[in-house]
């Protein structure tokens, strides 16, 4: 991308800068995103969103900045300079929409850049995990009484795990004999765990468990902390859509415990962390307590291990398709990264009945 033509979009958005310098960003895996300077010095996030991707751009973007505008509300009290470092800004353009569409059919976003910033692309300490629990804990709780059904679904059935197993069905019909047999044993676990995997499904289903704004990308790396490592802001709302706290409480939980990358082979080397864990709910649950149901807190473990579990099906269904959603570095690395994902329940299933009481015990300290 030239400068010429990153500035031309740039001015395509209602601001008074000059635009001077870009740095391009290579942290996130889907869309194209640019850090730009302008003369004033004041830097902006400008981002292409991945149509392939996203079949509904402006619904997406429709739906983080309503999002946005909503936490802005919930922290008024706040003066104009926290509420641009807690909450994500948005810039119009001047024809008064939050999207610019290019000649070549490209959806285009910008971002007010928080400055002061840090992210962390993997949990080494307590600390980190529990301001990470904090942080996704208040964007859920202050979103709580946002309306989700006025959101679009910006991909549909992301975490439905009857749509999952249709899938995974489906690959193992049409795989070969080869992958077949390489994957015998992770076969058999998904087939041992379908109904306990379709629990909170059911829950959601029935309208037992309260739809909410969710997340549904609760990494660590999409949470800014301060110079003081606090939490700051969730980054990354690309795919804020209707769902369920377990989606985000379990996604977070499957990034920040896995003691391994999540393609690591040796499999001795992928533990489940349950201090961090402790850590992460210590923060969750005193941001979230007051606008979660009985119920709701019941199921957090188990969401730990279904989003574990949906990540691992994911890869093992791609590997018998023969790889072809996510990228491969080599013919196994699917394969490998499903075991990786299945040894983490396996460890995470040890140590759950203490997932539990620690949840409880905590909580009840919170009433005391």
């Known amino acids: 991308m030239t400068a010429e033509k990153l500035k031309f979009i740039f001015e395509q958005f209602d601001h008074i800068e000059v635009f001077k310098t870009f740095e391009e960003l290579s942290s996130g895996h889907i869309n194209d995103t640019y850090l730009v300077t302008a003369d004033s010095r004041r830097q902006f996030i400008l981002q292409r969103i991945n149509e392939g991707v996203f079949k509904d751009v402006p619904g997406l973007i429709a739906n983080k900045v309503s999002v946005s505008q909503h936490l802005l509300k919930k922290l008024k009290q706040l003066s104009d300079d926290e509420l641009k470092r807690r909450v994500l800004t948005f ?5 008064g929409v939050f999207y610019y ?5 490209n959806f285009w976003n910008v971002m007010v850049y928080i400055e002061g910033s840090l992210t962390f692309e993997t949990v080494n300490n307590e600390e980190i995990a529990y301001e990470g629990g904090k942080l996704f804990g208040e964007f859920l709780n202050l979103t709580s009484d946002f309306d989700a059904r006025k ?7 992301f975490h439905n795990m009857a749509f999952r197993y249709s899938q995974f069905d489906n690959a193992l019909k049409e795989a070969s004999e080869q992958r077949i047999e390489q994957a015998k044993s992770l076969i058999k676990i998904t087939q041992d765990l379908k109904e306990e995997m379709h629990v909170l499904q059911n829950l959601k289903d029935t309208g037992k468990i309260k739809l909410r704004v969710t997340h549904n990308d609760t990494k660590i790396s999409n949470a800014l902390f301060d110079t003081n490592k606090k939490g700051l802001c969730v980054i990354d709302t690309d795919t804020v859509m209707p769902g369920i706290i377990h989606y985000d409480f379990g996604d977070a939980i499957r990034t920040i415990c896995n003691t391994a990358a999540e393609d690591e082979k040796n499999l001795e080397l992928v533990q489940f962390n349950l201090q961090f864990y402790k850590a992460y709910v210590k923060g969750f649950l005193e941001k979230t307590s007051s606008s979660l149901s009985p119920l709701e807190i019941k199921y957090l473990p188990l969401g730990a291990k279904t989003m ?6 994911r890869f093992l269904t791609d590997f018998l398709n023969n790889d072809v959603y996510y990228k491969t570095e080599y013919p196994e690395h699917n394969l490998d990264r499903s075991k990786n994902q299945f040894k983490l329940i396996e460890s995470l299933s040890e140590q759950f009945k203490e997932m539990e009481e620690y949840n409880l015990n905590f909580l009840g300290s919170l009433k005391e």
């Open 91 to 95: 810039v119009g353009t001047k024809k």
């Open 101 to 105: 569409k290019d000649k070549e059919g």
């Open 151 to 157: 959101l679009i679904e910006v991909i549909p059935n």
């Open 308 to 313: 574990t579990f949906i990540m691992a099906l």
